[in-house]
């Protein structure tokens, strides 16, 4: 300020560089109150006690910063006061109004005001709390009744839902793929002891986008009867170092608690990416923290009853280690749906629309290589040319074959674009086989 004197802004400038310097701080609130800045002092004193909450000078101070009665009992040496009215700085410290002699800091020290004294720490606070924050943070976790140690309550858990492969409609190679993979072991614990089949394991959904590999996931959870615990790159990055790892092992910490549970990894090729192409080592420390955990080797007792299922769009960019067996070890294609599923699919999104006489078998056979979301958008689209028709003629008029045609009309298939760059890999970049299945599928379409 620049009615400061230069002492004031000297010592303001020290405190600044040593903030924790509760003595200097200390001297700095005197000087403000001997000027009459009761305001700044109080905001002085309220940040040495932040720092030194039993500081008996530094309570003694914001008493007379407040303008408050001395305590009629021991305060501490700084808090004495002659009857007239708190002391200044520089004066005598005389007995107290009823003439006991000056008390020592014993009494202040233990935090609190001593019975029969007429200060009220809580009003105190209260008329400070805008000026200096919290002296601590609450644990959110903590608030929230979670028990010590325990991340439990961290994550969200989805118990058993409704969702079974039967609501999948059509894709019967993927079903085949996952009754072995994890439910028949499930089903039958005689014959998983008897071939030593271990109740763990994981699966890679791979795929063009919006073709049903997160739905795919939920219907295993629920034919499992297992918790589901949704995981995405969001869950996972925190800006602090080290952070990011914890929160990869406090997930799978808690699918081993509420075991058996699947757990979705959403998007591997954000969460796993490869560490060759990965310049931020956080982003590489995250994955090697991923790769501990599917081992289960931070898990003590391992993953027994934990099952794995990742999906993405893009598993050429998804580190080769995670592929690796006992890992994801398992690859499944998730093709757009066939005949078969998108005739399930459009039933549903239709189901609750006003239709009259749809032809499904024609509306199947336009919609070939379209995903689960491009049959969505066709019902969407068609729905709102009826609804404008509506709005225009006044009466209402129900949705109709050809409706839903011109709506499938306008629309191209979204998988096209993913195919065309999934070519080049299945054909030039098919190490081991990994995309045998991709390649065939070409083949059969005659896209190669």
């Given at each position: ?32 109150l ?40 021991p305060?501490?040496?700084?808090a004495?006061?002659d ?21 020592g ?17 809580d009003?105190a ?78 699966l ?15 219907a295993?959870?629920?034919?499992l ?25 406090d ?62 769009n ?38 609750e ?31 709102e ?29 979204s ?7 999934a ?10 086989g ?15």
């Amino acid at each position: 300020m620049a009615d400061e004197s230069p002492l004031i802004r000297s010592l303001r400038a020290a405190v600044a560089a040593a903030p924790g310097d509760v003595p200097l701080r200390l001297h700095f609130a005197e000087l403000l109150l001997a000027e009459g800045r009761n305001d700044e002092a109080v905001a002085e004193a309220a940040v040495a006690l932040q720092h030194a909450p039993g500081d008996a000078d530094a309570r003694a101070l914001m008493v007379r910063a407040m303008g408050l009665p001395p305590a009629a009992g021991p305060a501490g040496p700084a808090a004495t006061a002659d009857s007239a009215g708190p002391a200044r700085p520089g004066e005598p410290a005389g007995p107290g109004a009823d003439g006991e002699p000056p008390a020592g800091p014993a009494a202040a020290a233990g935090g609190g005001a001593p019975a029969g004294s007429g200060f009220d720490w809580d009003a105190a606070e209260q008329q400070v709390q805008d000026v200096v924050g919290p002296r601590f943070l609450e644990d959110p976790q903590a608030a929230e009744g979670a028990g010590a140690g325990g991340d439990a309550d961290a994550w969200d858990v989805d118990a058993p839902g409704a969702v079974r492969l039967t609501d999948v409609g059509g894709m019967e190679e993927v079903k085949d793929r996952l009754e072995a993979a994890f439910l028949a072991p499930m089903r039958n614990p005689e014959l998983r002891r008897l071939y030593g089949k271990s109740l763990r394991g994981g699966l890679l959904l791979y795929g063009p986008p919006g073709c049903g590999k997160t739905f795919i996931a939920r219907a295993v959870a629920g034919e499992l009867g297992a918790n589901f615990l949704t995981v995405s790159l969001s869950d996972v990055l925190d800006m602090w170092i080290g952070a990011s790892e914890k929160n990869i092992h406090d997930i799978f910490e808690t699918a081993r608690r509420q075991a058996p549970c699947v757990v979705f990894l959403d998007e591997l090729d954000a969460l796993g990416a490869k560490r060759s192409r990965t310049h931020h080592s956080g982003l590489r420390n995250v994955v090697n923290q991923l790769l501990t955990e599917l081992d289960g080797i931070a898990g003590g007792a391992g993953n027994e009853g934990v099952f794995v299922l990742a999906a993405t769009n893009v598993p050429w960019d998804v580190d080769i280690a995670l592929r690796r067996p006992g890992r994801l070890d398992r690859t499944l294609l998730v093709l757009p749906p066939d005949a078969t599923a998108r005739e399930a699919i459009l039933r549903y999104h239709l189901r609750e629309r006003p239709i009259e006489a749809v032809d499904l078998g024609r509306l199947v056979k336009a919609t070939e290589d379209f995903s689960g979301a491009d049959l969505a958008h066709v019902c969407e689209t068609a729905a709102e040319t009826a609804l404008l028709d509506s709005a225009r003629s006044g009466s209402v008029r129900l949705i109709t074959t050809k409706d839903l045609l011109g709506a499938a009309k306008q629309l191209r298939p979204s998988t096209e674009p993913w195919f065309a760059a999934a070519r080049n890999v299945a054909m030039f970049a098919n190490e081991g086989g990994l995309y045998d299945d991709l390649l065939a599928h070409l083949k059969r379409k005659r896209k190669l």
